[in-house]
Every structure is written in structure tokens, then in C-alpha cells.
């Protein structure tokens, strides 16, 4: 897992890398001025100041820290002969402050709107030109600076973050910029939006089982422009037999349905009969299927905005009850009560609708479910029962066969062990086993022999006493 620190570092070096591209494209059509220069800053002595507070002095450490790095693209024109004239001023920046990393934070605190103030003004060098200057910082702005009014003359600024999901969000602070001036300091390009909503996709793959996916919410969710949502959906649906694009209510969903069969296609029909045709017990599944998915895709776009609409309200009501809680006036009180009783009855009235939106999608869901399982069915071709049992009959008959040939052989092994002996050959066995019999007695009449004279001299021994005694 990365520290904060390489964190940082590793955002500095993407941002910086992406609005230099983005700058050096846009000179002389969204940047004003026929010849530019470019100049590259850094805060790396403020680094080293907070690295001395700190008694820190390790070179590899410093190397390993954002320096706060940044460049400025100045825009000339020429005046008569030898003049020039500064047209425009644009500014890459980092703003990192070091403290948090130096000491060990692993969640550095987001910039505030003094910090950003001050980063800014440093960077203004000539008031008179127009000035876009682009900030980012590794971990992020509070949300006060988002709408915050810098109050900058002849500046405009651009707050870059990294997302914690991927990607980068690109805002201004106060009043509305111009989305040319704001993809500038959009390091992350076209493919990359793509490979995002591609990932996305693929981690919402089982909303597509049960609804469908919407261009304008997830535009919303990944804030990327929804016709680049779209043109993601379209090669998804491209690349994927089973995906399907359908266009309702201004919005495009991407849902789930069935690999259409080419040589089942019948354009001939009438809008009754493909209206019919969906219920009916015959005709096409799979088109079937793609019309339901299509209807219960638009379905559940409906519910979920439905869910948000209620989630809103919901909201407004807690902040009214609240409200009414701190006000000390009747009139006020009352007034507060009467809206809050609209504001329930609306809240019971959206719950009703979400009921009926979630009891037809189930209702079409189950539908889809039986006309797939009869699509899998069809097509998997099983055989008859008749196929069946031939092919067990056969397969008990090739058994038996097959035990019978084992045994014979069995009997032909033995039977062929037993003959292949000669005559002659069975007498020397029989004399070889005979004399292995011999070799066998003798040895055993020797150990006999040589075991009794220990037994006769130990029994004269005993009665040796005995006679003298006598």
C-alpha cells in the first residue's frame, strides 16, 4: 500500500504531465498569443525549511516528497518591430503542504480556502494580464472552496483532486468557467474516461441482471460528460452480443438481453401483433426478451430516480422538523406543521409509485426468467428418451460382453500355466524337490545330534552325587 507521501508525489507527476500536453495543444486557439514561453517553479526550499524544523536532513527523503512543482506558458504578441505585449498568463500548479507528510500523517488534511488564497496570490506576477491558473492538490479542497469567490481581478482559477475512485475532479471555485479553459488541467484523456466507465460497467454487472444502467446517473456518479458515458455505453454494447443500448425519456440505458438469431428476424410485422407477440406462448424468445430487458431497464431508471426524489424529500422534511424544534413561535410552528403534513403526504404518495415501478419490474423480470430458461432448454438440443435407453441397452450389453471375454481369458491363463510343463521336466522338479526335502531332514537330525551329549553329560552330572552318597 503507498504512503501518503508517494501518493502525493506519484499525483504531482501525472498532473503536471497532463496539463503540460494539454497546454502546449491549446496555445493559440484556447490560450491567447502567437509565441509563448514557458518558465518551471518549484516550493522546494519551503520543503527543506520544514525538513530543518523537523531536524530531518536525509537527501532520500527529500527525494521521495512532492516539491510542489509547477510551470507558467506566458502568451506574446508582437508590438510594432521589436515590442511585445504579455496576452495571456496560464499556471500549473501544486499546492501540497509538507507538515502532514512529514509527520507521519497518512491522511493529510484537504486545503482550505486561506491556504489556496495565499498559494494564489503568490502566483499572480502581472495583474494586467489575464491569468488561468490551475491548482491541484493531492489531498483534495474542503468543500467551502469549491464555492468560495476568490475576488481575484483578471483571474480565474481551476481546482484539480484526485478521486478516490479514479480520475480526476476538475471544478472552478465561485462563478461557472468555460469547459474548453477547464479540460486544460484535465490530466486524465478521452481513453482513460472510457476505461473508467468500462470499469464501472463491469462493477455494476449485476444491475444488468435486474435493470439496466443509465448514461445521465452515472455521468452524475463519475462526473464525465454524459455523451462520453454514451459513446461508452455504444462500444460496450458493440463488443458484447448480450448488451443492448436503448434511448427513452432523453436518457440512454444500457441493459441485458438476448443474442439475437439472424435467420429468425421478421421485420414484416405489424405494431398489434409485436404487441401481442411478447405474452403469447410462440414466436421469438430472444426478441422477446431484448424488448422486455429494454422495457424493465427504462423501469428501473424510473425507480431510482424515484428513490432520489424520495431520499430529497426526505431530507427536507428531517430539516424542517428541525427547524420547527428551534422556533419559539406559534405562527412559525404551524406554519412549519402544515408543510411538513404536505411534505409527508408527498413522501407516502412517491412511496406508492416506487411500489407499483418495483411490482411491475418484478413481474417482467419473472417473465424474462421462464423465457430464458425455455430458450436454454430449446437449445441445448437433449436427447429423447427413446436415445436414452437405446444407449443404456447398449451400454449394459457392452458390459456383460466385456466381464464374460475377462473371464474366459482368466480360465486360458490358468489352464496354459498348468500344460506347459513337460514330463521330464516334472520329474526334475519332483527330484529337486525331493532332494531340497533330504537336505532339509539331515540338516535337522545334525542339530538333533548335536543338542543331546549337553543333555546326557548334564544328567550323569545330577546323578554323579547321588551314587556316591550310596
Avoid at 222 to 233: G, K, N, W
Avoid at 242 to 256: I, P
Avoid at 441 to 447: C, E, F, G
Amino acid at each position: 500500500m503507498k504512503t501518503a507521501a508517494e501518493h502525493a508525489l506519484e499525483v504531482e507527476s501525472a498532473f503536471l504531465a497532463g496539463a503540460a500536453a494539454n497546454l502546449k495543444a491549446a496555445e493559440g486557439r484556447v490560450i491567447s498569443g502567437k509565441w509563448f514561453r514557458r518558465a518551471d517553479h518549484d516550493r522546494a526550499e519551503a520543503l527543506r525549511a520544514a525538513m530543518i524544523d523537523r531536524r530531518m536532513f536525509e537527501r532520500e527523503r527529500l527525494s521521495r516528497l512532492p516539491h510542489g512543482r509547477g510551470f507558467t506558458v506566458r502568451g506574446y504578441e508582437r508590438r510594432f518591430f521589436f515590442g511585445k505585449k504579455l496576452r495571456s498568463v496560464a499556471v500549473a500548479s501544486v499546492l501540497c503542504p509538507p507538515g502532514p507528510l512529514l509527520d507521519g500523517s497518512e491522511n493529510p488534511p484537504p486545503v482550505t480556502l486561506a491556504e489556496l488564497s495565499a498559494h494564489v496570490r503568490e502566483l499572480v506576477t502581472d495583474g494586467k494580464a489575464p491569468h488561468l491558473i490551475g491548482v491541484c492538490s493531492p489531498s483534495g479542497f474542503e468543500e467551502s472552496v469549491y464555492l468560495a469567490n476568490l475576488d481575484l481581478h483578471n483571474v480565474r482559477v481551476v481546482l484539480i483532486a484526485p478521486r478516490p475512485g479514479g480520475g480526476w475532479r476538475v471544478a472552478s471555485t465561485g462563478r461557472h468557467l468555460d469547459e474548453r479553459l477547464m479540460r486544460i488541467f484535465d490530466p486524465e484523456d478521452v481513453g482513460e474516461k472510457v476505461a473508467r466507465v468500462r470499469r464501472e460497467i463491469e462493477s455494476r454487472r449485476t444491475d444488468l441482471l435486474t435493470g439496466g444502467l443509465s448514461a445521465d446517473s452515472m455521468a452524475r456518479r463519475l462526473e464525465l460528460p454524459q455523451l462520453l458515458v454514451r459513446q461508452a455505453f455504444e462500444a460496450a454494447a458493440r463488443q458484447d452480443d448480450e448488451l443492448r443500448v436503448s434511448r427513452q425519456d432523453g436518457d440512454v440505458y444500457l441493459y441485458r438481453g438476448a443474442p439475437a438469431d439472424p435467420g429468425k428476424e421478421n421485420d414484416s410485422m405489424s405494431l398489434a401483433e409485436w404487441i401481442k407477440s411478447l405474452f403469447s406462448r410462440e414466436g421469438d424468445e430472444a426478441k422477446k426478451i431484448n424488448v422486455l430487458a429494454e422495457r424493465r431497464a427504462a423501469l428501473s431508471g424510473r425507480l431510482d430516480r424515484m428513490y432520489d426524489d424520495i431520499a430529497r424529500l426526505e431530507k427536507r422534511e428531517a430539516d424542517m422538523v428541525e427547524e420547527g424544534r428551534k422556533q419559539t413561535s406559534q405562527v412559525a410552528k404551524r406554519r412549519l406543521a402544515s408543510q411538513i403534513a404536505h411534505l409527508r403526504k408527498d413522501i407516502s404518495r412517491c412511496n406508492t409509485s416506487a411500489s407499483i415501478l418495483s411490482k411491475q419490474i418484478n413481474i417482467i423480470s419473472t417473465h424474462i426468467h421462464n423465457l430464458e430458461l425455455a430458450r436454454t432448454g430449446t437449445a441445448a438440443e437433449m436427447p429423447t428418451s427413446e436415445e436414452l435407453t437405446e444407449a443404456a441397452v447398449n451400454a449394459e450389453e457392452m458390459l456383460e460382453q466385456l466381464s464374460a471375454n475377462d473371464e474366459l481369458v482368466t480360465g486360458l491363463e490358468v489352464g496354459l500355466a498348468e500344460t506347459s510343463i513337460s514330463e521330464d521336466e516334472a520329474a526334475i522338479l519332483k527330484e529337486l524337490e525331493g532332494d531340497a526335502a533330504t537336505t532339509k531332514s539331515t540338516n535337522v537330525s545334525s542339530k538333533s545330534a548335536d543338542a543331546a551329549p549337553p543333555s546326557r553329560a548334564s544328567g550323569q552330572k545330577d546323578r554323579g552325587p547321588a551314587q556316591a552318597e550310596g
